[in-house]
């Protein structure tokens, strides 16, 4: 019968456990799937900056060679992440494409002027860091027009900075919600074995001593819960680049492992805190207090 009783506790506190891992996995999935969501909206705002277009046209007399050594410097300064040189032919095939006309026949010249386009790194893709760019550019004597989009640069930074900010709320929340989760189930995990700690503690044993085992078996707990959460991340990312090809730009593998790195993190930290607080608290307490 004693027997039996040992056995049917066994399989209960293993249950616990069980659930209790799989309850912390599934917490730290949602906050590694929105850590997923930060990383790739912070791709995709840093891909739309850096394909903004600034238009510098030069002086229909300037040659070809000075219009690569033109390139050349454009391509060493801060602000610039690459440059493509449109010569007249190029930029004339381009209009003639949106057009669905050859322009040129009809006036008999190509009117076009060779130019380059720019593209600036992220952080500089702002009306005011462009301005300063443009200012440079027009005291070269061969530069004659620099153009670009103003108000649009303008709505898509407006709209790229709310959405960010939003993402962050609701990140904070989730992070918030996350680990009064995580504690909650720990603490429910820990409630099963009150009587156990208590017995110890009657027995002589110090807090240390019974607060050791329970510590080791939360962290573990909690990298168990964070390793399978990473698994089913790393599927889901699979399933969403399959899907959805064009991800691949988005992709950075060394944002993704910072990901999985916080996701251990976070699990192995509320795990040990919250079982060392559970701990505590049924260490502080009288016997007639643990049935209540």
């Known amino acids: 019968m004693e027997e039996f009783e040992t056995s049917s506790s066994a399989k209960k506190t293993k249950a616990i456990y069980i659930s209790t891992v799989f309850?912390?996995?599934?917490?730290?999935?949602?906050?590694?799937?929105?850590?997923?969501?930060?990383?790739?909206?912070?791709?995709?705002?840093?891909?739309?900056?850096e394909n903004i277009v600034v238009n510098v046209y030069v002086d229909e007399t300037t040659r070809e060679t000075d219009v690569l050594q033109l390139q050349k410097q454009l391509d060493s300064n801060?602000?610039?992440?690459?440059?493509?040189?449109?010569?007249?032919?190029?930029?004339?095939?381009?209009?003639q494409k949106d057009l669905g006309e050859d322009f040129i026949k009809?006036?008999?010249v190509n009117p076009l002027s060779e130019s380059i386009d720019v593209y600036l790194k992220a952080e500089y893709a702002n009306n005011a860091d462009i301005e300063k760019f443009k200012a440079q550019l027009l005291k070269n004597p061969l530069v004659k027009e620099v153009k670009y989009q103003a108000s649009l640069i303008d709505k898509m930074n407006q709209n790229l900075a709310s959405i960010t900010l939003v993402i962050l709320i609701f990140a904070g929340i989730?992070?918030?919600?996350?680990?009064?989760?995580?504690?909650?189930?720990?603490?429910?995990?820990?409630?099963s074995q009150r009587f156990l700690i208590k017995s110890m503690q009657l027995v002589g044993a110090t807090k240390g001593f019974i607060r050791k085992p329970f510590l080791l078996y939360g962290i573990w707990h909690g990298l168990l819960g964070a390793l399978i959460a990473i698994i089913i991340l790393v599927g889901t990312l699979y399933v969403a680049i399959r899907e959805i090809p064009d991800l691949v730009i988005l992709q950075n593998y060394t944002e993704f492992g910072i990901v999985f790195?916080?996701?251990?993190?976070l699990g192995v930290l509320i795990?040990?805190?919250?079982?060392?607080?559970?701990?505590?608290?049924?260490?502080?307490?009288?016997i007639y207090d643990l049935y209540r």
């Open 23 to 49: 309850g912390i996995a599934m917490v730290l999935l949602m906050v590694g799937l929105l850590g997923l969501i930060l990383v790739h909206a912070n791709n995709l705002s840093r891909y739309v900056k």
């Open 78 to 95: 801060p602000f610039v992440k690459q440059t493509q040189y449109v010569s007249k032919e190029l930029a004339a095939r381009k209009l």
């Open 106 to 108: 009809f006036l008999g």
């Open 174 to 191: 989730f992070v918030v919600l996350s680990v009064a989760l995580i504690n909650n189930t720990i603490r429910l995990a820990i409630y």
């Open 261 to 265: 790195l916080g996701v251990i993190g």
């Open 271 to 286: 795990a040990g805190l919250s079982t060392t607080f559970a701990v505590n608290r049924f260490l502080r307490l009288k």
